[in-house]
């Protein structure tokens, strides 16, 4: 018995990892060449420091409130692929409610525009909004779930707020209940934080609702 374990192990880490995570709807593989043109001058342009093969692109199952499974893509850091599939994995096991995961490119990159189409998105070569500093999106390293419900809340120098998406304004009062809110300590939290990611939820001077990041040791 245990010379059988040893073999089914050994014959594990011969499976390509595409291969391993390809379960019902869920697969994480490297960019195809048809993903890898439609990113070019969107989501992807030349820089120092993130390239092709530092990029996967994954396929999830997921539900919304319409009670039917839907299938959503998106591209990420392949640090995070495996750790992305099992949190959308348990999502969908509890039917937890995300409207659409499309890629970026489908809004031609524009952040305003998929997050007031409450797309859930992960890599996005772009700056911070309001800042020359590059977002843990640009290194597929962000992802941002149910945008629209869930806003980037921010204050300018005059003490302004500032809402993003401009019609998740309604969204900005979090004393409220709505559909597709992401609150501490709901399952969508709980799994990502337990993968090792933090909450823009949780920032002090501004608020990124939507917001998980990986931070690599």
Not at 78 to 99: C, G, W
Not at 179 to 184: D, S
Request: proline content about 5%; glycine content about 6%; some cysteine.
């Amino acid at each position: 018995m245990r010379l059988y374990r040893l073999l089914l192990l050994y014959l594990l880490t011969l499976i390509p990892f595409s291969v391993l995570h390809a379960q019902e709807g869920f697969t994480a593989e490297s960019i195809p060449d048809s993903i890898w043109q439609k990113m070019q001058g969107k989501t992807y342009v030349a820089n120092p420091y993130i390239q092709r093969s530092d990029l996967r692109y994954l396929r999830v199952l997921h539900w919304d409130y319409d009670n039917q499974p839907h299938q959503g893509e998106l591209i990420c850091n392949r640090l995070i692929a495996s750790k992305l599939l099992s949190i959308f994995r348990e999502l969908y096991k509890a039917h937890y409610p995300i409207q659409r995961i499309r890629l970026a490119d489908d809004y031609d990159a524009d952040d305003e525009r998929q997050m007031r189409a409450n797309n859930s998105s992960c890599f996005c070569y772009r700056t911070v909004s309001g800042t020359q500093k590059l977002s843990y999106h640009a290194r597929g390293l962000a992802i941002d779930i149910n945008p629209l419900y869930n806003p980037y809340i921010r204050y300018d120098k005059r003490g302004r707020q500032i809402v993003e998406p401009a019609t998740g304004k309604p969204y900005a009062d979090r004393s409220k209940s709505y559909r597709y809110k992401i609150e501490k300590g709901d399952l969508c939290y709980r799994l990502f934080l337990k993968h090792g990611f933090s909450w823009g939820g949780s920032w002090r001077t501004k608020k990124d609702y939507q917001h998980f990041e990986y931070h690599p040791q």
